[in-house]
């Protein structure tokens, strides 16, 4: 079925309908071409495809692990607007234009943790650098050995390849973080967000921060701590395209694996050729000749739009298929619709129907900028691999969700499946005999109480998207709310960043 990459630009035909009813066109002369002209110029604009079938490509890469500083001095205004926004620039280019590599991302100030696991999945770290809220963060302090620490584990590399985002930190020598740098053979890069002559740091009141003895303080470059520079560069001031060179000379095959990748038929230039034979009948007699012609031809268009008619009755099928238990007629309704949210209801009743591999292939398809969407997606697929078995992936999905979202649900599930092993049986009863509260069914099978909060994801409320109040009641409709903000991290994300919080008596 037809679908367009673009279909921003159809808003453009709305602007051509209001022009011809205000006008009360009549007939069809010399102008009515050249609107018909401009019509399928937006047609074009929109880029119609038909999808193909998606074909596996081979990849490889290596684990490129990103540690950030997220200590009050980043608060420093001495490079625009300030260090903290300045290294979230940094990342977000450095992840959009490598998409060879995998990514994991450290944030570290007085502690280190994981705000993101190894993953190739460029729209989630994207949303995690956006989502970074600096006015949350109130500890003074770097700790770089417990980064470096988190680092060692979190990749499996021979060599990981580790890239500090900082200003330096706080210590006058960082011999043993070298010494620990050598012996756990990581490849350390630093890319140094100050200047020489430093900054002050504004405080929420708008005046600058003192020490307790009352004195002004300024954050300034920290030489000492390129003694951890080791297989690596020192890169001074916001150069992404320096960070982008030393992680392609640093490439080693970490991984390998295959990935899907959705092949389409491009259709653009069939309305474009139109839209040209349509311009030049408007000023020569071809248009004159086949104005009585013309019917037929609107009456395909109107065949064309019968097609999105179709799509609303195949989804109310779907849905009341759904409601009533029969989730595989459901899931063969949803296919004859395109589109990311049909995908994730047809991949919700497999999932309800007991063929997890087939709804997990289903949600591995999905693409979709919307946070909220995407961590219901991921939140589905780790109770998936629950099912298949697949702990290890399970484990990493729900992270991801997280990541983009916390709920007590994928937090839950995921510290069901903390350290369970690969094939170990979990008490998972089937999903066909599931009575889903607010949130998806907590992997052990027990039953939760209908006061608990939430969402379900399998069976969303339209009203709440994923994430309803406590004591709400869950209708039994699969659609989801497209209508959730921007992903934020967890307070409790917020609480092991500032953990071990100090207050310095010295300035940096």
């Known amino acids: 079925m037809m679908t367009f990459l673009s279909p921003f630009w159809l808003s453009g035909l709305v602007a051509v309908v209001l022009y011809l009813w205000i006008g009360r066109r009549k007939g069809w002369n010399k102008q009515g071409w050249l609107i018909f002209s401009i019509a399928l110029l937006i047609v074009s604009l929109a880029r119609p495809v038909l999808p193909q079938k998606p074909i596996s490509v081979e990849e490889a890469g290596s684990d490129v692990i990103l540690a950030v500083d997220l200590s009050y001095s980043m608060r420093g205004t001495d490079l625009a607007p300030s260090r903290l926004e300045v290294a979230k620039k940094i990342l977000h280019e450095v992840v959009h234009t490598d998409q060879r590599d995998r990514f994991g991302v450290i944030g570290f100030t007085t502690s280190a943790i994981v705000l993101s696991p190894l993953t190739k999945d460029t729209e989630l ?7 970074l809220d600096e006015s949350q963060i109130i500890t003074k302090g770097t700790d770089v050995m417990s980064a470096l620490e988190l680092a060692r584990k979190m990749s499996h590399s021979v060599r990981p390849n580790v890239i500090l985002l900082t200003d330096g930190g706080d210590e006058t020598s960082y011999s043993k973080e070298a010494d620990f740098v050598r012996e756990n053979n990581l490849a350390v890069s630093v890319v140094m967000l100050a200047s020489n002559d430093g900054s002050t740091l504004p405080t929420a009141d708008g005046s600058s921060l003192k020490d307790d003895a009352g004195h002004i303080v300024v954050s300034s470059r920290n030489d000492a701590i390129e003694e951890i520079v080791h297989k690596g560069k020192m890169i001074r001031g916001s150069d992404a395209g320096a960070i982008l060179s030393l992680i392609d000379d640093a490439r080693q095959n970490d991984f390998a694996g295959k990935s899907s990748v959705m092949r389409y038929q491009e259709l653009f230039y069939i309305p474009l050729v139109l839209a040209l034979i349509t311009f030049i009948a408007a000023f020569t007699t071809i248009g004159r000749k086949f104005t009585t012609r013309f019917i037929p031809i609107l009456a395909l268009i109107g065949v064309s739009a019968q097609g999105g008619m179709l799509d609303f009755g195949y989804a109310y099928l779907a849905e009341r298929n759904y409601q009533q238990g029969h989730f595989e007629r459901s899931a063969e309704l949803y296919r004859h619709i395109e589109g990311d949210r049909a995908r994730y209801n047809r991949a919700n009743a497999l999932y309800k129907a007991g063929k997890y591999a087939d709804a997990l292939g289903i949600y591995h398809s999905i693409r979709t900028d919307n946070a909220s969407f995407k961590a219901n997606t991921f939140y589905n697929m780790g109770n998936c691999q629950i099912r298949l078995q697949k702990f290890a992936e399970a484990r990493e999905a729900f992270l991801k969700s997280l990541t983009l979202r916390y ?7 995921l510290r069901a499946v903390e350290g369970v092993k690969e094939q170990q049986t979990l008490n998972v009863r089937k999903e ?22 939430g969402g379900s994801n399998m069976k969303t409320d339209t009203a709440s998207g994923g994430g309803g109040d406590e004591g709400k009641k869950v209708q039994s409709d699969p659609r989801f709310s497209m209508s959730q903000g921007k992903a934020k991290l967890s307070s409790r994300q917020y609480e092991l960043i500032n953990q071990r919080s100090v207050h310095e008596t010295k300035p940096w």
Request: glycine residues 8%.
């Open 407 to 413: 709920t007590k649900a994928a937090d839950q599930n």
């Open 432 to 453: 066909k005999k599931d009575t889903f509260s607010a949130e998806e069914n907590k992997p052990t099978g027990e039953k939760k109480s209908s006061k608990e909060g």
């Open 125 to 131: 770290l994207e949303h995690l650098f956006g989502s």
